[in-house]
C-alpha cells in the first residue's frame, strides 16, 4: 500500500503518526480515560489505515469522530492527532480551506499539550496550505512560527524546508531578491543534510525566481536538477512540484513539446495522488499551453476545470485570475467576444481578492499585480477591438500603482504617537541595528568574505523590521478598517482632476502591442502602439545616449544626433497622440514599464517650415503621476491637511570624509557614487535660501547636513524641503536607497546613525510639504515592476507627506544642477506652479550661452512626480 506524505511545498510532514509514536504515549490515571482509550487509539488507527488506502473521504469521517471524542474526554494529545489526520483527509478531498483550520488547531492544541514538535509540524502544514491557496500573509506568520521551533530544536532539515517556502511567498509575490537571499541561506544548510528532498524543494523554488528575473536557462537548469534529485525515489506531491515546474520553464523557452509531457505526466501524478488543488495549477498552465500553440477549445475546457476545482477546494485568486483570463482569451479565439469580456471580469476580479490576500508590503502587493500583466492587457485589447476605449481606461487605472494606494492610505495610520514605549523601543533598535550593519558594509576595502557576512546580517535585520511592522499591522484594528481609494473612473478623471489646457497621457506596455490614452477636454480618446518589447529597446538606448556626459567641444553634434534619435522615438511613442493634444498647454503622464526611465520633455517632433524640431519641454509644462488615481488621492490628502506650512528647509554640501573636493571642471563633475564633496551644492542651498525672508529659512550645511538633524527638526512646517548631495540608489533592493548626508565617521560624531536617510526612515518623517526636491543623483530610480512603476525614495516622500517630488533619471552634473534649481526656485517664488516653474528653468538652460547645457543631458534628468501645481 501507498504511504503518501505531504511533500508539497517543502516541509517534512508525514500525513499520519503511527501508534507507536511519542504522541500515543496517554496517561492512564483516569478511569474514564481507560475506557476510551482503546476507542480512540482504534479510530486512529483505522484513519492511518484509511489514508494509507487513499481511502480519504473515509478518513475524514473517522478522524472526525476521533476529535468528537477527544475533546469530550479534553485530552490535548489526542485532539491534536485527531484534528492533524482531518487535515490530512481535509487536503485530499479538496477541503482546503477545513484541513487549513484544522492544522491551525493542531498547533494550538500541541502547544496546550506541551508537544513542541507537534505544533512546528502543524504550523508548517497550515502554512504550505496557506501559500498554495494565496493567502501569503498568513502563510508567512505560520512559517516565520515554525522556522524559530525548529530553529529551538536545532532541527536543519525543518529549517532548510521552511526557509524554502518562505523564499517560495517572495518569489510568488514578486520580491525576487528578497525570495534570492531566503533560498541562498536554506541551500547552504541543505548541502550539509544527506537526504536530497530539502535541496530539491529549494531548488523548486529557485524555479520561480530565475523566471521572474527573465533568466530562463537557469530555469530549467534548476528544474531538472531538482528533477534528478527526487529521481527514484517513491513519489510524493514534491515529484508533482517538480514536473509542473519543469514543464513550466520548457514553455517559458518556447518548448510546447517537452512541456506538455511534463505537464501530462504531472497531471496523472497528481490526479493518482488525489492533489486537486495541485492538478488545477497544471491544467491552468496546461491550458496556457494548450491556447499557444493554437488550440482554442482545449485551452477553453482545461481552464475551466482548472478554475473549477481551484473554486471547489478555496483555491488561490491569484491563479483562479489568470486561469479566467487564459479561458477568455481561449473564448475570444473561438470568436465570443461577449463571453471573453466576461471571463476578463471575473479575472479582475479575482485578482483584486489575491491582492487582498498578499502580503502587507508594497513589494508583495505590486507584485500580485506585475505577475498577471497579461489579464489587464488582454482586458484593454478586447475594450479597445470592441471599440469601447473609455472602458480600456478604467481597466488601465485599475492596473497602475495600486499598491501606492494601499500604502498612502495607510500611511495616514502610521503614526509614532500611537506606538507604545515598547514598540516604540523596539522599533527604534531594529533601525539602529541596520544602520551599524551598514556602518560595517561601508568601509572601505572590506574582504569579501566579511561583506558577505555583513549583507546576510543586513537582510536578516531587514526582514526582521519587515515582520515587525507586519505583526503591528495585524494586531492594530484600524487597519482592518482602512479602505484604499479605489481606482478613478474615467469621467471622474476628466471631471475633477485635470484642469483647463491639461491633458492626462497614460501608457499600458503589452507583448503583443501597447496602448496610450489620451484624456483632455471631457474625452478619452486611445491609440495603438508598437509591442512592448520593442519601445523598451528604443527606450533604453536612447536614455543611454541622453544622459553620457558630454564635453563642451563635442556638445553641439552629440546634441544633434540625439535629437535625432529623439525624433524616432518620437514618432513610435507620441506622434500617435499629437491629433488628440491639439490644444493641450500641460501633460500629466502616466508611464508603464521602461517609459519611466523616459523624460518626455526630450522628445523632439518633426521641423515644421524649416525650423528645427522643438522637444516637447518647448510646447508643454510636463509632470508625471503613478496613475491618474493616485493623483488624485494625494489632492485628498492635502484637502484634508488645514495646517499651514510655508518657507524653506534645506540640507547641502554633507561631509563625506574624503580628503578631494569635486573639482570645478563642471565637465568632470558628478553627484555620483564617489561621494566626494559637491561644492557647488553649498552655493545652491545659499542662494535658494537667500530667496525667502530669514523667518522662513533654516538651512544645514556641512557637518550640519546630518541625519540626526533631519530627524529632529519640525519639517512639517515647512512648505518646500530640498536636498542637495549625493544619493544612494539600490534598484533591486529599494528599502536601501537614500540620500547620503553628513557620514558620522567624517564629522567625529558619536552617532546611532549612518548617514543614510533611507526609504523606512523617510517614511518615518512628517512632511506637510508641497515640494520636495532631491538634488542629486538618480534619486528617481528604484525598483520598477510593471503596472506599479517606480519603487524608490519618490514615493518614500509622497508617503510621508509631500504633494510633489522633484527627482533626477540619472548622474547628474554639481554646476549645472545648481544653476538649473535657482532658476527653479526663482520661478516658484514669482508664483508659477511647479511644472511651469521647472520647464522654465530648462528653457532657460536650452537657451542660454552655455553651449553644452543645451544637451538633454544637463537639464532633462529632473522631472516632477506629484501635483504639479
Given at each position: 500500500m501507498k504511504r503518501i506524505q505531504i511533500l508539497l511545498t517543502g516541509l517534512l510532514c508525514v500525513c499520519a503518526t503511527s501508534p507507536s509514536s511519542s504522541f500515543a504515549q496517554i496517561s492512564q490515571n483516569e478511569t474514564a480515560r481507560q475506557s476510551q482509550a482503546p476507542q480512540i487509539e482504534s479510530l486512529l488507527r483505522t484513519c492511518q489505515r484509511q489514508l494509507d488506502n487513499e481511502r480519504y473521504e473515509l478518513a475524514y469521517q473517522t478522524a472526525r469522530q476521533a476529535l468528537s471524542l477527544s475533546e469530550r474526554m479534553s485530552d490535548k494529545r489526542w485532539q491534536m492527532r485527531a484534528t492533524n489526520l482531518l487535515a490530512v483527509a481535509a487536503f485530499h478531498t479538496n477541503r482546503t480551506s477545513e484541513a487549513i483550520r484544522y492544522f491551525k488547531q493542531s498547533s494550538s492544541t500541541a502547544e496546550e499539550a506541551g508537544v513542541v514538535r507537534g505544533q512546528g509540524i502543524a504550523l508548517s502544514r497550515a502554512g504550505m496550505l496557506l501559500r498554495l491557496t494565496g493567502r501569503y500573509e498568513d502563510a508567512l506568520f505560520c512559517f516565520n512560527e515554525a522556522l524559530q521551533f525548529y530553529r529551538r530544536q536545532r532541527n536543519k532539515t525543518g529549517e532548510a524546508l521552511t526557509l524554502s517556502q518562505l523564499g517560495g511567498i517572495y518569489a510568488d509575490t514578486a520580491d525576487y531578491a528578497k525570495a534570492a537571499q531566503i533560498l541562498q541561506e536554506a541551500l547552504s544548510i541543505a548541502g550539509a543534510l544527506a537526504e536530497p528532498e530539502p535541496r530539491a524543494a529549494i531548488l523548486l523554488r529557485l524555479i520561480v525566481v530565475e523566471k521572474g528575473r527573465g533568466n530562463l536557462s537557469s530555469a530549467l537548469q534548476y528544474a531538472q536538477q531538482a528533477e534528478s534529485l527526487l529521481a527514484g525515489r517513491p513519489p510524493t506531491l514534491r515529484h508533482i512540484e517538480s514536473l509542473y515546474r519543469l514543464g513550466s520553464a520548457h514553455a517559458a523557452l518556447d518548448q510546447p513539446q517537452q512541456a506538455a509531457e511534463r505537464f501530462e505526466q504531472a497531471l496523472r501524478l497528481a490526479r493518482e495522488l488525489r492533489a486537486p488543488q495541485f492538478a488545477a495549477i497544471i491544467l491552468g498552465d496546461y491550458a496556457g499551453l494548450q491556447l499557444k500553440s493554437g488550440n482554442a477549445a482545449a485551452a477553453f475546457d482545461s481552464a475551466a476545470q482548472a478554475v473549477g476545482l481551484l473554486n471547489s477546494g478555496g483555491g488561490s485568486k491569484h491563479y483562479e485570475a489568470q486561469f479566467l483570463a487564459t479561458g477568455a482569451e481561449a473564448a475570444r479565439a473561438l470568436g465570443n467576444k461577449d463571453k471573453a469580456l466576461a471571463g476578463y471580469r471575473l479575472a479582475l476580479a479575482a485578482l483584486e481578492q489575491a491582492r487582498a490576500r498578499s502580503i502587507h508590503t508594497e513589494i508583495s502587493r505590486a507584485g500580485i499585480v506585475a505577475t498577471r500583466q497579461q489579464v489587464f492587457a488582454g482586458a484593454i485589447d478586447l475594450l479597445l477591438k470592441m471599440a469601447?476605449?473609455?472602458?480600456?481606461?478604467?481597466?488601465?487605472?485599475?492596473?497602475?500603482?495600486?499598491?501606492?494606494?494601499?500604502?498612502?492610505?495607510?500611511?495616514?495610520?502610521?503614526?509614532?504617537?500611537?506606538?507604545?514605549?515598547?514598540?516604540?523601543?523596539?522599533?527604534?533598535?531594529?533601525?539602529?541595528?541596520?544602520?551599524?550593519?551598514?556602518?560595517?558594509?561601508?568601509?572601505?576595502?572590506?574582504?569579501?568574505?566579511?561583506?558577505?557576512?555583513?549583507?546576510?546580517?543586513?537582510?536578516?535585520?531587514?526582514?526582521?523590521?519587515?515582520?515587525?511592522?507586519?505583526?503591528?499591522?495585524?494586531?492594530?484594528?484600524?487597519?482592518?478598517g482602512i479602505k484604499a481609494p479605489q481606482p478613478l473612473s474615467h469621467n471622474r478623471v476628466a471631471a475633477e482632476l485635470l484642469e483647463a489646457g491639461t491633458a492626462l497621457v497614460e501608457y499600458v506596455l503589452g507583448d503583443k502591442q501597447s496602448f496610450a490614452w489620451v484624456v483632455f477636454q471631457g474625452k478619452v480618446s486611445s491609440v495603438a502602439l508598437p509591442p512592448g518589447k520593442e519601445l523598451t529597446a528604443a527606450v533604453t538606448a536612447y536614455r543611454a545616449a541622453s544622459s553620457s556626459k558630454v564635453s563642451s567641444q563635442s556638445a553641439a553634434q552629440a546634441t544633434a544626433k540625439l535629437k535625432a534619435q529623439s525624433r524616432q522615438l518620437y514618432q513610435k511613442l507620441f506622434q500617435p497622440l499629437e491629433p488628440h493634444l491639439a490644444s493641450a498647454r500641460k501633460l500629466i503622464i502616466v508611464s508603464d514599464g521602461a517609459l519611466a526611465y523616459l523624460p518626455f520633455e526630450t522628445l523632439a517632433g518633426e521641423p515644421k517650415r524649416g525650423a528645427a524640431s522643438q522637444y516637447l519641454i518647448e510646447r508643454f509644462a510636463i509632470s508625471y503621476a503613478p496613475s491618474a488615481s493616485a493623483l488624485a488621492a494625494l489632492r485628498a490628502l492635502k484637502l484634508n491637511n488645514k495646517a499651514e506650512a510655508k518657507g524653506i528647509v534645506a540640507f547641502g554640501?554633507?561631509?563625506?570624509g574624503k580628503d578631494e573636493t569635486a573639482t570645478a571642471n563642471g565637465d568632470a563633475t558628478e553627484r555620483g557614487y564617489d561621494f566626494r564633496q559637491l561644492p557647488y551644492t553649498r552655493a545652491e542651498v545659499n542662494e535658494i535660501a537667500a530667496l525667502f525672508p530669514p523667518s522662513e529659512r533654516r538651512v544645514f550645511l556641512g557637518a550640519a547636513a546630518r541625519e540626526q538633524n533631519v530627524k529632529a527638526e519640525p519639517l512639517g512646517q515647512y512648505r518646500y524641503v530640498h536636498f542637495a548631495a549625493h544619493a544612494l540608489i539600490d534598484e533591486e533592493h529599494p528599502a536601501r536607497s537614500g540620500i547620503m548626508l553628513s557620514a558620522p565617521t567624517a564629522i567625529n560624531a558619536d552617532s546611532k546613525e549612518d548617514g543614510a536617510l533611507?526609504?523606512?526612515?523617510?517614511?518615518?518623517?512628517?512632511?506637510?510639504?508641497?515640494?520636495?526636491?532631491?538634488?542629486?543623483?538618480?534619486?528617481?530610480?528604484?525598483?520598477?515592476?510593471?503596472?506599479?512603476?517606480?519603487?524608490?525614495?519618490t514615493r518614500a516622500f509622497l508617503y510621508a507627506g509631500a504633494d510633489s517630488v522633484v527627482v533626477s533619471l540619472w548622474n547628474v552634473n554639481d554646476i549645472a544642477t545648481a544653476t538649473l534649481m535657482k532658476a527653479f526656485y526663482k520661478k516658484l517664488k514669482q508664483g508659477l506652479p511647479k511644472d511651469d516653474a521647472l520647464r522654465q528653468a530648462k528653457l532657460e538652460m536650452i537657451r542660454g550661452r552655455q553651449q553644452a547645457w543645451r544637451h538633454p543631458y544637463y537639464w532633462a534628468a529632473f522631472v516632477i512626480v506629484g501635483d504639479p501645481r
Open positions: 469601447r476605449p473609455e472602458e480600456a481606461f478604467d481597466v488601465a487605472e485599475a492596473y497602475h500603482a495600486r499598491a501606492f494606494l494601499d500604502v498612502l492610505a495607510e500611511s495616514a495610520l502610521d503614526d509614532l504617537d500611537e506606538l507604545t514605549p515598547e514598540q516604540k523601543a523596539q522599533e527604534d533598535r531594529l533601525f539602529e541595528q541596520i544602520s551599524a550593519i551598514q556602518k560595517k558594509l561601508w568601509q572601505p576595502d572590506l574582504p569579501p568574505e566579511q561583506e558577505e557576512k555583513f549583507k546576510r546580517e543586513l537582510a536578516d535585520a531587514e526582514n526582521a523590521l519587515d515582520l515587525f511592522r507586519l505583526e503591528l499591522r495585524r494586531a492594530d484594528p484600524r487597519y482592518a554640501d554633507p561631509v563625506y533611507q526609504m523606512s526612515e523617510v517614511m518615518r518623517l512628517k512632511l506637510n510639504a508641497d515640494l520636495v526636491t532631491l538634488s542629486a543623483c538618480r534619486t528617481g530610480l528604484g525598483q520598477l515592476l510593471k503596472g506599479e512603476g517606480m519603487i524608490g525614495l
